[in-house]
């Protein structure tokens, strides 16, 4: 087969922005710890935060001490005193059992403003929609699968349209940790159609693969530790040593998902790949110009080609950034006649990770977000 046949057979996906977000849970408390765990979750520049629970209790102080001081900034409208709030919020938390300890749930609904009935809601971003569950016992609709809030999960999942459908709540379905699993909150999330699960609860790291599905715990947000390790069949990771993060980084053709110690040391990575990922036919000539910039393979192990067209004469940069946002290499810095290019960009001398592939020609930008992968 020629080099255009089996072009032919490579899927280009387009990404003009992903999604970057980080998981945090069980910071309540306002101690250190979570401070570290909000230094590093900012380093990050997220575009949102998302909470596994556990986000405040009553008894260790004002619910903006223990959420306002460290995450003001994401949150809107905010109504704190530690500082100026986001124009558009980006903070959406679960609820855990702490949270609605004595008044506590109360001051949770005041000081936040969520979708939905606030208690349990969902929203989409980019790719991914987002199903946020209220798992503790107390819910006035139950926490079942066949509950009001059940029922409300499954007809929501059968018609998204979404890529990605990520289930957050506080007690894990499954878990080696301290707390162990929760029977009640083992819902038919993966035949509802949901593409992963994630909890807090446990105050460590998991990563749990149950019946084909993935599951995560991230909750070492800056509450006390928790070191019990039960080994729960499935279990494929799990970390308790120090204070973390999850950072997840989606495009339309996969999703990394990074868990972080405050130390900044990665500590474990997966990757989801899109149910729509795979194969698909293109036409190279005439180039789509509906697709400005592509790169094939994608994920690809050392290297890639990058394809990108210009409309007219200009200046063009081709640049690669790193997923901090830091540009790590340019490929082109130089005029350019109308038509179309390609470069092989050699990525061995850089580690796995995601990376946005930014083409500027004149006064347009166009991004492409691609995955390298490392031999396992």
Same mark, same amino acid.
């Given at each position: ?278 194969? =698909? ?53 130089? =005029? ?39 031999? =396992?």
């Amino acid at each position: 087969m020629n080099k255009i046949g089996i072009l032919l057979f490579f899927l280009f996906p387009l990404i003009v922005l992903g999604q970057k977000f980080a998981v945090i849970g069980d910071y309540r408390g306002g101690d250190t710890n979570a401070l570290k765990v909000s230094q590093l979750v900012r380093s990050w520049n997220p575009d949102f935060v998302v909470t596994t629970g556990d986000n405040y209790r009553p008894a260790q102080g004002t619910i903006d001490f223990q959420v306002g001081q460290f995450y003001h900034e994401f949150i809107f409208p905010y109504v704190g005193s530690y500082g100026l709030g986001d124009m558009v919020n980006r903070f959406f938390p679960a609820i855990g059992n702490h949270d609605v300890e004595g008044t506590g749930l109360i001051d949770y609904l005041n000081y936040f403003s969520l979708p939905g009935n606030e208690r349990y809601y969902d929203f989409v971003k980019g790719d991914c929609h987002f199903f946020i569950l209220n798992s503790d016992y107390t819910e006035i609709d139950g926490n079942t699968s066949s509950s009001i809030q059940g029922v409300w999960l499954q007809n929501l999942l059968a018609a998204s349209l979404s890529k990605y459908k990520l289930v957050f709540l506080h007690h894990p379905p499954f878990s080696s940790g301290a707390h162990g699993s929760n029977i009640y909150a083992q819902w038919p999330y993966k035949q509802w159609g949901a593409t992963a699960v994630f909890a807090g609860h446990d105050h460590d790291y998991e990563r749990l693969y149950i019946d084909s599905f993935p599951y995560f715990i991230s909750a070492a947000g800056g509450a006390a530790l928790y070191t019990t390790f039960n080994n729960y069949p499935g279990t494929q990771h799990f970390y308790a040593d120090n204070f973390g993060a999850l950072l997840i980084e989606a495009n339309s053709d996969s999703m990394l998902l990074k868990y972080y110690n405050i130390k900044d040391s990665l500590i474990d990575s997966y990757v989801i790949k899109s149910p729509s990922a795979g194969i =698909k036919p293109i036409n190279l000539k005439p180039f789509d110009i509906d697709n400005i910039i592509q790169n094939f393979p994608n994920p690809f192990l050392n290297s890639t080609t990058i394809r990108y067209y210009i409309k007219t004469s200009c200046n063009v940069n081709l640049s690669v950034f790193n997923s901090t946002g830091q540009k790590i290499i340019t490929l082109i810095n130089s =005029k350019q006649n109308k038509g179309d290019y390609q470069i092989l960009w050699n990525a061995s001398d850089f580690p796995a990770g995601v990376y946005s592939i930014c083409l500027r020609a004149g006064e347009n930008r166009y991004l492409v977000k691609t995955i390298r992968t490392e031999n =396992k």
